[in-house]
């Protein structure tokens, strides 16, 4: 027999939190996998020029290429070293790619010891490619 107000024993309610958990590893990996690929883009490194007006980056354009020019002259993109036919067959592949709306763009992260031809090469089969965004990486000088 049950006496009044004897307090009753219920289980208690238990949230399962495994579902969450799977969510918040899945998200971690995202960024993790996401941060390689922009840091990949600049994985050589090359010492930059300076230049007093220049401005930050801020747009993200999602066809764009970086082509990092080293000191020896040697292209690369992503960490890899190009040949100039690669490079050639990248910038192909970029312009038919194309949008109405959003223009393919090179940024080009030549090295300040780098000869102009090699930047001038660049210039020139972007503008057989009809690529006309090009942009340069600098760094801001000490003031």
Do not use: W
Not at 30 to 52: C, D, H, K, N, T
Not at 69 to 83: K, N, R
Not at 123 to 137: H, T, Y
């Amino acid at each position: 027999m049950r006496l009044p107000g004897a307090a009753r024993h219920r289980a208690p309610f238990r949230f399962n939190i495994t579902p969450m958990i799977d969510v918040v590893f899945l998200l971690i990996i995202f960024f993790l996998v996401a941060s390689y690929f922009i840091r990949s883009e600049q994985s050589r490194s090359v010492e930059l020029p300076s230049a007093g007006h220049g401005r930050r980056d801020d747009e993200q354009n999602s066809q764009h290429l970086t082509i990092t020019l080293e000191p020896d002259g040697q292209y690369s993109v992503g960490g890899e070293v190009c040949t100039e036919d690669a490079i050639l067959n990248r910038l192909r592949q970029l312009s038919s790619n194309q949008q109405d709306d959003v223009p393919s763009q090179v940024r080009i992260r030549a090295d300040r010891k780098a000869h102009f031809a090699e930047i001038r090469r660049l210039i020139e089969l972007c503008s057989q490619n009809q690529i006309v965004s090009i942009r340069f990486a600098v760094i801001a000088p000490n003031r």
